[in-house]
């Protein structure tokens, strides 16, 4: 049974975390007012076994909080006021169905954030609306964060999703460069408990190295810690590779027949040398030359790159090389090495005769930045709306997203935000974004809808099913977030009515089963009606991933394999289903047209000379010693917080202020500051004052501060957050900047200099 009464008239339920990627078991004792008691890790869920951070507990005040909003809000008289759901999609297809009439599609932009790909209802629903509305305008966080790995992996494999992950569980060797998971828990690669897998990997005599410009909690737990130049792991990894050659060392093993232009990778990196790196990346020959022989030696080896190698200049590039070493060392799609998880619904399906994946078929209006899965780079968002002409972004839609803090240049993106003719937002805040909107419309509290890890199956570190319905029932006049999204695309199609999301969602639900009852398709001579009754009583998302669990490799096929998996079974599992550990898949994933990982993709051989000039240009800079007084900053993430957004709960505020500006003493002496004290960081984006906080952990050099901060407008309503205000560090970064083989915005490694105020 999923929820135990209890002799106090207490009940206990289990939930899986909506947070973050790690998707944790929640234990949930309610009492009899449903009120929640407390909230523990679940130990039995068979993917995090207990395991759980402060965010988990604190679900329950993101249920409670009075500033999260539950009723639309619709700018009257310059005001945002609490309005019926029927007002504001009236209001919604009053302004802005007329402006996509007059302007044409282009004109309505749409910016997705990155809780969008946690909740499922959304994953779902957002195609539609994106359709319906017609625009190419698109953005999202994805270009703030992990589009280089989709980018790569798409050239690499032929799907842009086809992202391999450590199998921590049985490495003997995981190097990290650019990630923190004993804080961020783990990211394109879901593995709740990463401390404790780290530590049975040690205990097995394995070891872990970790290459970043701080010494983190992740680096004080390995067994190595490498501080690198920030912005550099691409000719670390570039050395990596040149070594794997020169000293024989590459042996691709099981993958010799499937790899394709191998030849082309050693003459890439023969210029690399450990030597010619050593002063960008201020790391010895010596330990590059070490670090390749270990990994190659290593009988099970994993390499694993996340946000310090995304979001820089050259993050494609880096992504790629991070699996170019995976298989040069014979270690992906292997036990022990990384792997592509085999998801039980809504995994990777090539396409017969593989597909081509590209980038740049279409380009940005205003500075022709080159589309990449589907979207435009968020660094081009603000031009877009503020540059006149045709095409022209004159009205924004918003997903679960707050660019004005998490990309960079907020200030300029807010007044471009400002300039708009309409502006609606979906989101449970009204914050730095929302503000600016004209339209608010709030889903409901994370523990009243279903959740569903739907994009974190395909990077988890074991493979499991787990699903949690909503805990507790929304009020009667709360919309599901798919409902809220489905009803805007259907305004935009000139429907503006309340069954036809419905409707629509049962027509649509027909046609899906109808493609498998065709002659030759998995539910041939099965009669659609009755598998659609047999679906019964879901609907919206919550159907078709029940539908896509029936029909996917675990699923019962609608009787045909009556032992099989249903939505219904997981709803009684509330620990989930083991599906074991990871397997090998590369046949079932690589999609390419010549059906063989391409190693020397394309596009990324064309961008090599920026690589190289980059490389001559630090050494130039380095020789003629200028710019002494300058320092790199980079960012952080913090176990209480989750990018910009959960700052207004209270057991996540408490304690110490978390924005402050890591340096280290030396850097810190040489411009008399001392701990505690305010300073101005700046360069030429813009000008902080930030409070200064010694660590002995930052490489010299380089200085660290979140993003996510920046709590400081009256028009928000964020009353906790805004105790702790902090400052906006994307102030300082330089929208103009982007890599450009996958648009992704550069947010580390930027140039500041620090002075006493
Ligand atoms: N300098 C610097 N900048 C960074 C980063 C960095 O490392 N350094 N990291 C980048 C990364 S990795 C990311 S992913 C981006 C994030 O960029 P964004 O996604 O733009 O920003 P978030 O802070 O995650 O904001 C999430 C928004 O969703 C809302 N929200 C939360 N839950 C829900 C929900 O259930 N429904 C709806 N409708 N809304 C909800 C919140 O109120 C908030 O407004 O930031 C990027 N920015
Ligand atoms: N607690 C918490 N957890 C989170 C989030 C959060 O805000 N708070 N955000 C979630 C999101 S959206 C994401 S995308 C993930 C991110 O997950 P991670 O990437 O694991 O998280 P970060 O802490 O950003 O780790 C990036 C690391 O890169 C280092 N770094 C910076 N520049 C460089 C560089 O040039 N080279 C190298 N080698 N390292 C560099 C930084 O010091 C930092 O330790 O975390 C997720 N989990
Ligand atoms: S690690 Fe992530 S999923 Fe797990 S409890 Fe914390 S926030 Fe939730
Ligand atoms: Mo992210």
Sequence with gaps: MQDTPSINKTRTAYRICPVCEATCGLRFDIDADDKIVAIRGNDGDVLSQGYICPKGVAVRELHEDPDRLRQPLIRRGGNLEPASWEEAFAEIEKRLLPIREEFGPQAVGIYLGNPTAHKAGLSLAVPALIRSIGTSNIFSASTLDQMPKQVACGLMYGHPGAIAVPDIDRTDFLLILGGNPMVSNGSLWTVPDYRGRARKLRDRGGRIIVVDPKRTETAKQADQHIPISPGTDVFLLLALANTLFAENLVNLKHLESHVENLEQ?????????????????????????????????????????????????????????????????????????????????????????????????????????????????????????????????RALVTVAGNPALSAPNGARLSRAFDQLDFMVSLDIYLNETTRHADVVLPGASPLEEFHFPMNFQRLSARNSLRFSPALFSPSEDQLEEWEIASRIAHIMAGQNNSEIVQQVDDKNMLKRIETLTVPG??????????????????????????????????????????????????????????????????????????????????????????????????????????????LTMIGRRNVRTNNS?????????????????????????????????????????????????????????????????????????????????GVNSNQLADDGKYDPLSGTAVLNGIPVSLAAL
């Excluded at 509330?574 to 990871?582: C, E, H």
């Design 265 to 393: 990778i050693e003459d890439i990196v023969a210029p690399y040398t450990p030597e010619s790196v050593s002063t960008a990346t201020d790391i010895a020959a010596i330990e590059i030359r070490q670090l390749a022989r270990d990994l190659a030696a290593a009988d099970k080896a994993a390499v694993y790159g996340r946000i310090g190698t995304s979001v820089t200049e050259f993050g494609t590039t880096a992504s790629w090389l991070v699996d170019v070493l995976n298989i040069l060392t014979g270690n992906l799609d292997r036990p022990g090495g990384v792997m592509w998880a085999s998801p039980a619904a809504f995994g990777i399906t090539k396409r017969r005769g593989g597909s081509k994946f590209r980038i740049g078929r279409r380009h940005s209006r205003v500075s022709h930045a080159p589309e990449v899965m589907g979207e435009y780079p968020a660094v081009c968002l603000a031009e877009e709306i503020e540059t006149p002409g045709e095409g022209q972004i």
């Design 521 to 630: 398709a998995a539910l041939e001579g099965k009669d659609p009606q009755k598998i659609l009754a047999a679906l019964e009583p879901r609907h919206g998302p919550e159907r078709q991933i029940d539908f896509a669990i029936r029909m996917g490799p675990e699923g019962d096929k609608f009787g045909l394999e009556p032992d099989g998996l249903t939505l219904d079974k997981l709803v009684n599992n509330p620990n989930g289903v083991d599906l074991g550990a990871l397997r090998e898949c590369l046949e079932e994933i690589v999609g390419t047209p010549s059906g063989k990982i391409e190693m020397a993709p394309e596009p990324i051989v064309q961008d090599l000379p920026r690589v190289s000039g980059a490389l001559e240009e630090i050494a130039s800079r380095v020789s003629g010693d200028s710019g002494a007084a300058t």
């Design 645 to 725: 957004w959960m700052h207004n709960l209270p057991l996540l505020a408490k304690g110490k202020f978390k924005g402050a500006l890591q340096v280290h003493p030396s850097d810190a002496h040489n411009r008399t500051l001392e701990d505690g004290d305010i300073a101005r960081l700046s360069n030429d984006r813009g000008s902080l004052e930030v409070v200064i906080e010694l660590s002995e952990d930052m490489k010299p050099g380089v200085v660290c501060l979140p993003h996510g901060f920046g709590h400081v407008f009256d028009d928000t309503n964020l009353r906790v957050a805004s105790n702790q205000p």
